[in-house]
């Protein structure tokens, strides 16, 4: 399989102020990595994929804006969540693909933004 | 559209007994399909997966599923549970657009009592 890491693993932010969340692979090359959502008790819900060297391809009703992504090299793809509400507070997860439908996650970034 | 549907939120089992997490599946093709498991601070772990070879996949940890097409089931059974099986699972699907996009089920969280 492949390690991910993600760095913070909880930050708290005021409302209106950006945070930035990494996701890295530690042992594995990764043209391709995820961003996924999880509110408590819920699923997961893809919100982008994002590739190295080129946009990323957000989800259906994901804001690109308010959610930016950057995979600027094979091991790392970062998370900046712009002007955070409340309403944003969430579990945010990265997944790296090693081969087709074959992902690995990472822990998981605790978003709380007061 | 694929989708998962997993049958039971909650699921409570005493130690040694055997565990049934049940999930069914919609898909227009022939999908790809797995288990994950999330533990408490850490990330979502395989299990196991289905990728049109052999029906009966056997997993980590003593798990197993058996993919049934006529039912459109993979549930997911280990024969004795242990304490340590506590979690959140999560039946996924893959997704028919050709993006490698996983689609992930509600989950079931698993209590394991002595």
């Known amino acids: 399989g492949a390690v991910v890491s993600q760095h913070p693993s909880w930050v708290i932010c005021k409302s209106g102020t950006s945070v930035k969340i990494e996701c890295r692979s530690l042992d594995f090359q990764a043209t391709t990595m995820f961003w996924y959502r999880q509110f408590p008790k819920q699923s997961l819900m893809l919100m982008a994929t994002?590739?190295?060297?080129?946009?990323?391809?957000?989800e259906q009703g994901v804001e690109k804006d308010k959610f930016l992504i950057n995979h600027a090299s094979l091991t790392l793809s970062t998370l900046t969540v712009t002007s955070a509400h409340p309403e944003d507070s969430s579990f945010y997860i990265c997944?790296?693909?090693?081969?087709?439908?074959?992902?690995?996650f990472g822990p998981g970034t605790r978003l709380t933004v007061t | 559209a694929q989708s998962v549907t997993q049958l039971d939120s909650h699921v409570s089992v005493s130690e040694g007994t055997p565990v049934l997490l049940r999930c069914n599946y919609s898909?227009?093709?022939?999908?790809?399909l797995f288990w994950y498991v999330q533990h408490p601070n850490k990330g979502l772990q395989l299990l196991l997966k289905?990728?049109?070879?052999?029906?009966l996949v056997k997993g980590i940890n003593g798990f197993e599923a058996e993919f049934k097409k006529s039912e459109t089931s993979f549930h997911l059974t280990k024969p004795s549970a242990h304490m340590s099986d506590a979690a959140e699972y999560f039946c996924v699907v893959s997704d028919a657009g050709g993006y490698n996009k996983l689609i992930f089920g509600a989950g079931t969280r698993l209590a394991v009592h002595p």
């Open positions: 997944s790296v693909q090693l081969a087709l439908y074959e992902q690995y």
């Open positions: 994002s590739n190295e060297g080129s946009k990323a391809t957000y």
């Open positions: 289905y990728t049109s070879a052999a029906t």
């Open positions: 898909s227009s093709y022939s999908p790809s």
